[in-house]
């Protein structure tokens, strides 16, 4: 039996891994980049929910991880319809250049 | 017997209203455009207003709501019924009779003359008579009212019959907003009504005037003011209503001009329809009057006031439907004194008697109108008895009961009038003050009516249409002969003086009204109200009978005075305008004492001028202060819109700025810090 890694660990990773997301989602224009950048954010907080279920022993943070995942893939599906959109309506995937939307 | 006629009452005013829809909607293609069934109807609501009114004499009379439109349990409800006592079933055989001769001289004036626009005509005359039967019996004072517009509504669409030409249309309206000036106090007076008693009604002993007269014995306040107080300025706002449709000074100004309309309809309006109806009101309510002195000094000074007023300017007109106007208002001024003066009877006899012999004048004046081929002006008239004489009969006949010449009609309600104003006025230096004027005005309009009639039917002809006039049909003779019949003899129903003079049982006007009926509409109730409220105490000179010779003697005396006077001037085959001769006065009345031009300066520099005055502060200030808050929502949201830049990186770092100012927020707050 291995020696558990201490909760702390796993949740300075969830927050690195977040940041690096959220840190593309601001700085980056091409939006593929952005959809990827979204997932990290999602799987941050995946990895939180699966070590609090560890650090609990309770299985319920797991079960959770499982609708995430499938939302992620669902979420994935429509964000890659919305870049197709992007790219023939502007021909391009920079997310700046689609800015119709305003006042 | 008789009262079986009861049950078809509402059918009076029914039967011209659906004469009015025919004429409307079918009129084109109506034999004579609409006139027979206008005939018919009216005839039809003569014939059972007769039916009414011999039930009424047999001692019948009837109260009955026919229809609850706002039916309240706290407060009040509004119904709409009908009040068949004395007074209106009198005046609905007055109104229906006029109406039908209207009616029928209307086929002569309009028809054989080829007017356009009959169909609407004739529905107009349809409504107009039923509105003012329908007002006639209406039982309470909502109803009234109701009907009181209607009947300013159909004078309107009638005076502005010819409504292509400028002057009808112009005078229409005049007609419509001057009498509508008035209406407004009528409607307040009405709400007040409503509102202090709970009910409008007019008879019987849970009608608003005894329930107002309840009110002052118990010594009640409303809103403050003793109950006489409260009566008189309830009585004070609804006589707004009368002044302005009766056309008393100072709302009198439209009647002269409402003669730009048809000739038959001046004929319906001021004999029996719309300027009766102001008058017709008070004597309806006149149990509430009674119980305010106040307001009765007001109708009694008003009256005497505008009999001589009117009086006065008659006597410088032109045009002889003119002169008929003026007289119309003087005449309508004894009324509102007989009023003023408590006296009942004298003010309905003359009602009675001025619409019979006024819509004589008016149908006879058309007569004269359609001979001269539409010219008015009496100075191009002259001579016309040679070819008229049926015309100028009847019109003389009129004329004397007019001028009130002994033995014509005019003369016994005028002296009845006179008379009862003189013995309550020996005690109220006040309505002797208004009988003096009225006295006057009996030698004024003796005065302007003879010199009306030679001018118009004696001398030489003083045109060539005058010479050869247009001969006019059986259907203007017939209402002529009739009327002309009546205006001799109506006099008869209550030959007062007679009675008081000789003991004979002749006064019967008098007792009909005087009957008690157990509605409290009754005159001898009225005259208990008088002593009691009013606190009217009647006096004599040396004895009753010296009284009554010394008041014939006057007014009979100053009516033959003012009739040679005008014989006397005007007698020659080519009379002269004596009238010019008076120099500043006659400029003076010529313009009508310059009433339309202070009432326009009223309009245009006085409200025309607070109107702008208003104007302006609501836009400055009412809308400047709305303004000015939107205006701050406008640029507040004009400069923090901009945040929305359509940028979706820029939208990612407001949510993560504004997450970590929660959580900044949070942590402050929760003391993690």
Not at chain 1, 59 to 72: C, I, K, R, Y
Not at chain 2, 131 to 141: G, K, Q
Not at chain 2, 402 to 425: C, M, N, Q
Not at chain 2, 639 to 657: D, E, F, K
Request: hydrophobic share 55%.
């Amino acid at each position: 039996m291995l020696e558990a890694v201490p909760v702390e660990y796993y949740l300075v990773l969830s927050a690195a891994v977040f940041c690096i997301g959220l840190f593309g989602v601001l700085t980056r224009r091409n939006a593929l980049m952005f959809l990827m950048s979204v997932e990290l954010m999602l799987n941050a907080a995946n990895i939180n929910l699966v070590a609090f279920a560890l650090y609990w022993g309770e299985l319920t943070g797991q079960v959770f991880v499982l609708f995430t995942m499938s939302l992620a893939a669902a979420e994935v599906a429509i964000g890659i319809g919305i870049i197709l959109v992007l790219y023939r309506n502007y021909d391009d995937v920079d997310v700046t250049d689609a800015t119709t939307m305003r006042w | 017997m008789f009262a079986w006629f009861f049950q078809f009452a509402p059918a009076i005013a029914v039967l011209p209203f659906v004469s009015f829809l025919l004429a409307l909607v079918a009129g084109r293609w109506l034999p004579r455009k609409g006139a027979l069934a206008g005939i018919l109807a009216t005839g039809g609501s003569l014939l059972l207003s007769l039916g009414v009114l011999a039930a009424v004499v047999s001692g019948h009379t009837h109260e009955q709501t026919l229809y609850t439109f706002v039916d309240a349990q706290e407060t009040f409800s509004l119904t709409f019924g009908i009040l068949l006592d004395q007074l209106s079933a009198a005046m609905l055989v007055i109104v229906s009779l006029i109406a039908f001769l209207v009616h029928v001289f209307s086929l002569g004036y309009m028809n054989a003359e080829g007017e356009p626009g009959l169909p609407r005509y004739y529905a107009g005359l349809g409504l107009f008579s039923a509105s003012m039967l329908a007002f006639v019996f209406a039982d309470n004072l909502l109803m009234a009212f109701v009907f009181f517009e209607l009947v300013g509504l159909c004078s309107w669409l009638l005076i502005g019959h010819w409504f292509r030409d400028p002057a009808p249309a112009s005078a229409a309206k005049k007609a419509f907003l001057v009498t509508r000036f008035g209406d407004y106090f009528f409607l307040v007076g009405v709400v007040a009504v409503l509102v202090t008693f709970g009910t409008a009604q007019f008879a019987g002993a849970d009608g608003f005037p005894a329930l107002a007269a309840e009110a002052i014995d118990a010594g009640e306040s409303f809103f403050g003011l003793s109950a006489e107080a409260w009566v008189s300025v309830i009585g004070l706002l609804v006589l707004g209503g009368v002044i302005g449709k009766s056309a008393q000074f100072p709302l009198h100004t439209w009647l002269p001009d409402a003669m730009q309309g048809p000739t038959p309809v001046s004929a319906l309006i001021h004999a029996a329809t719309m300027v009766a109806a102001g008058v017709y009101l008070v004597a309806r309510m006149y149990g509430f009057y009674l119980l305010s002195p106040t307001v009765l000094g007001i109708i009694a000074f008003v009256g005497g006031f505008t009999a001589l007023f009117a009086a006065t300017m008659g006597v410088v007109k032109n045009e002889l439907k003119q002169v008929l106007a003026y007289s119309t208002i003087s005449q309508y001024g004894y009324m509102m004194l007989a009023l003023g003066a408590g006296s009942y009877v004298a003010a309905f006899f003359h009602l009675t008697t001025h619409a019979i012999f006024k819509a004589l004048l008016f149908l006879g004046a058309g007569a004269v109108i359609v001979a001269m081929h539409h010219d008015e002006d009496m100075w191009l008239m002259g001579g016309l008895r040679e070819h008229m004489r049926v015309t100028y009969l009847t019109f003389l006949a009129g004329s004397l009961a007019l001028a009130g010449i002994f033995p014509f009609a005019g003369f016994w309600s005028k002296d009845e009038v006179l008379f009862d104003t003189l013995v309550v006025g020996l005690e109220q230096p006040l309505l002797l003050v208004a009988y003096l004027m009225a006295l006057a005005a009996v030698f004024v309009t003796a005065f302007y009516t003879i010199r009306m009639v030679l001018l118009t039917f004696h001398g030489d002809p003083r045109t060539d249409v005058a010479e050869s006039p247009h001969a006019v049909g059986l259907s203007i003779k017939a209402p002529l002969v009739v009327l002309g019949v009546l205006a001799v003899v109506a006099g008869a129903i209550n030959l007062v003086p007679v009675e008081k003079l000789t003991g004979l049982r002749v006064s019967f006007l008098s007792s009909f009204l005087g009957s008690d009926r157990g509605l409290l509409t009754h005159n001898a109730h009225y005259v208990d109200l008088r002593t009691e409220y009013a606190g009217y105490e009647t006096g004599a000179i040396v004895s009753e009978p010296v009284t009554v010779l010394l008041g014939v003697a006057l007014g009979f005396g100053l009516a033959i005075a003012g009739a040679v006077a005008a014989f006397l001037l005007y007698r020659d085959a080519d009379p002269v305008r004596h009238t010019e001769r008076l120099g500043s006065i006659h400029t003076l009345l010529v313009h009508n004492y310059y009433q339309d031009e202070y009432q326009v300066w009223l309009a245009e520099g006085l409200s025309l001028r607070t109107a702008r005055a208003a104007d302006t502060f609501d836009q400055g200030v009412i809308d400047g202060a709305v303004n000015a808050t939107s205006s701050v929502s406008l640029l507040s949201g004009d400069r923090i819109r901009r945040v929305q830049t359509g940028v979706v990186t820029n939208y990612a770092a407001l949510v993560v700025l504004g997450l970590l100012a929660l959580l900044v927020g949070f942590a402050l707050y929760g003391g993690w810090f």
